[in-house]
């Protein structure tokens, strides 16, 4: 049976600050940023954003179309989790108006765990292929100021419909794992931001994806030559231009660089100007060579490599649907990224550093973001969110 995405929707936060302004304040060349790790802006949640609300917001559009009903489960992916105990798509689920009968569950291992939450909603959708499955990721990165990650921040969420027959990508059941127990890039229950140690989180990026290929190259059939595209998990573009010559080298693919940066340069756009958004930055770059690939892909294969840092990885492949573009969501996604601001420095900083309460203290939070959901308020540890 057919399984895999039947729409796919992001949403970002709309503030960014432009890296040529964080270079300049550290005096550094902007160039390292825009060339070195091919990376121009970064998105910047506003106060009363956070991982729930860029999650009803990404899906929206799809549940607009097939209504709450139609959704047996909702998965949700994210290392920037608000809680503890309850899973953050539980919230997701009454702003979206999902029935009472669909289950909730939230799923973490870094960067990976969207691939997880995929993987397992096609096994769900092929052994009740009359249900969907919501898989929503949804993360805010973020980094201590002054450190090498800082220029690697970013938000974003993305929501995709798994179910058979799917109008825009078909998942092959074959993928190739690899489990390493490392501590590369990390966040300790008590911090709100990251800990890596970057040059070694890009080291074991690259093991970790000759590992998963070779792994996917024991089940699958499929060789390098198969793929059209690639889309890998997006730290920063520059990762997944270094990642695939990497796998050219392994597979000693005859192709020129330029055919190279070919098939991954259309899944880098999105990425490139909202920056790491964590567990849904490869499928916002699975958007993004969707929507931006002048040519037809229906019939080419695509293969994906998942990363989290700890680190989980996997290869899997996917195969593009006659007319995916009549399902794509192009237009609302160039208006929403044309319409966003930037911000100086000090409102960045502001942004950066907005009050994070913790003493159960009612907290107002101002309405700043131009999405349709927002956090209003935390009181005696509880958040409330409404729909605008
Ligand atoms: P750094 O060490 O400050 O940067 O930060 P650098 O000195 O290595 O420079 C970066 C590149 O810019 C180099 O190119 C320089 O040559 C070039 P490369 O040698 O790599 O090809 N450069 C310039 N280019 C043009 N003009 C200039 C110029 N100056 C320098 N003037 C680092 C890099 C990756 C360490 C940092 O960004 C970092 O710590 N990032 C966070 C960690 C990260 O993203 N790791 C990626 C792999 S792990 C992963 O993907 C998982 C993750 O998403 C988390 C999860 O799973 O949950 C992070």
């Not at 794992?177 to 966040?187: A, I, L, P, S």
Request: hydrophobic share 40%.
């Amino acid at each position: 049976m057919s399984v895999g995405i039947d729409e796919i929707s992001f949403y970002t936060s709309n503030y960014f600050l432009d890296l040529r302004t964080l270079a300049e304040v550290q005096g550094t060349d902007p160039e390292k940023y825009y060339q070195g790790i091919g990376q121009i802006k970064m998105g910047m949640a506003a106060p009363d954003e956070d991982v729930v609300t860029m999650a009803a917001n990404a899906a929206l559009p799809l549940i607009e179309r097939v209504g709450g009903d139609a959704i047996s489960t909702l998965m949700f992916a994210t290392e920037t989790g608000i809680d503890q105990s309850k899973a953050a798509g539980v919230y997701v689920h009454r702003l979206l108006g999902l029935t009472s009968n669909c289950r909730v569950v939230e799923m973490k291992q870094a960067c990976y765990s969207a691939t997880a939450a995929i993987q397992m909603a096609c096994a769900l959708v092929a052994r009740q292929p009359e249900k969907k499955v919501l898989v929503i990721a949804s993360d805010i990165a973020r980094y201590e100021l002054d450190t090498p990650g800082e220029a690697t921040q970013g938000c974003g969420a993305v929501a995709m419909l798994i179910s058979a027959n799917p109008r825009i990508v078909e998942i092959a059941p074959e993928v190739g794992n690899y489990t390493e127990d490392v501590m590369d890039f990390w966040r300790p229950n008590y911090r709100s931001t990251a800990l890596v140690d970057g040059k070694y989180s890009t080291k074991i990026y690259l093991r970790s994806l000759k590992q998963a290929w070779e792994n996917f190259r024991q089940v699958s059939a499929a060789s390098f030559e198969d793929f059209g595209h690639f889309c890998y998990h997006l730290p920063f573009s520059k990762m997944a231009q270094k990642a695939h010559q990497q796998l050219a080298r392994i597979n000693k693919a005859g192709l020129s660089a330029e055919q190279l940066e070919e098939q991954i340069l259309d899944s880098l756009y999105y990425n490139k100007i909202i920056g790491n958004s964590y567990t849904a930055s490869m499928y916002i770059g699975l958007t993004s060579l969707l929507e931006n690939c002048r040519q037809n892909l229906a019939g080419s294969k695509i293969g994906f490599f998942s990363y989290g840092s700890g680190c989980v990885a996997e290869f899997f492949s996917g195969t593009v649907m006659e007319g995916y573009q009549q399902y794509l969501h192009t237009e609302r996604h160039s208006k929403m990224l044309e319409a966003r601001s930037e911000v100086s420095y000090d409102e960045y900083l502001a942004l950066y550093k907005h009050p994070d309460p913790r003493d159960g203290e009612r907290c107002d939070i101002p309405h700043v973001t131009t999405g349709r959901y927002r956090l209003v308020s935390i009181v005696d540890h509880k958040r409330e969110y409404i729909a605008l």
